[in-house]
């Protein structure tokens, strides 16, 4: 089963996923796209971590995700990708690059074995941007959430730590 898991800030939408993965009866692998640019984002990776059941696996890839994903997805595992935006962030600078990993990431998701949980901010409910680049990133993940929500069994909409599941296919 492949889930996307939408949310903002701070809305409780990484520790819906972890919940969802501990309950799922596989072995977690946890997929971290973040890199500690700065001593603010160490903290919240740190954070991160904590909360984690020791047992879990973690493969840690800020750009090569679909290859990351490729690598580690098998029928007994569940995968937890958290999350999406700071890949994107990662990724969105170099446009070759961008490019080719958005169609690889979509390409691969449908033919992976086993669980995945794919976590996102939503980021396209607010203000619109000032920046070129900042306005590009917000259409950019709202574009990709489209395709993954396409691709995903179940996407599920977090605020305040309630989520709301916006589209379920029963198997």
Known sequence: ?????????????????????????????????????????????????????????VVEEPRQLAAALQVAADPGRCLLVDCLTLWLNNVIADDALFQRERAALLETLPGLPGRIILVSNEVGMGI?????????????????????????????????????ILKEHKQ
């Open 1 to 57: 089963m492949k889930e996307l898991i939408l949310g903002g800030a701070r809305s409780g939408k990484s520790a819906l996923a972890e919940r969802l993965a501990e309950s799922s009866g596989l072995d977690v692998v946890y997929v971290a796209t973040a890199t500690a640019g700065d001593a603010e984002m160490a903290g919240r990776i740190a954070h991160h971590q904590k909360r984690r059941p020791a047992k879990w696996g």
């Open 128 to 164: 619109v941007p000032l920046g070129e680049l900042s306005r590009r990133f917000c259409d950019e993940a709202g574009r990709l959430h489209q395709d993954l929500a396409q691709l995903c069994e179940r996407v599920t909409l977090v605020v305040a730590g309630l989520p709301l």
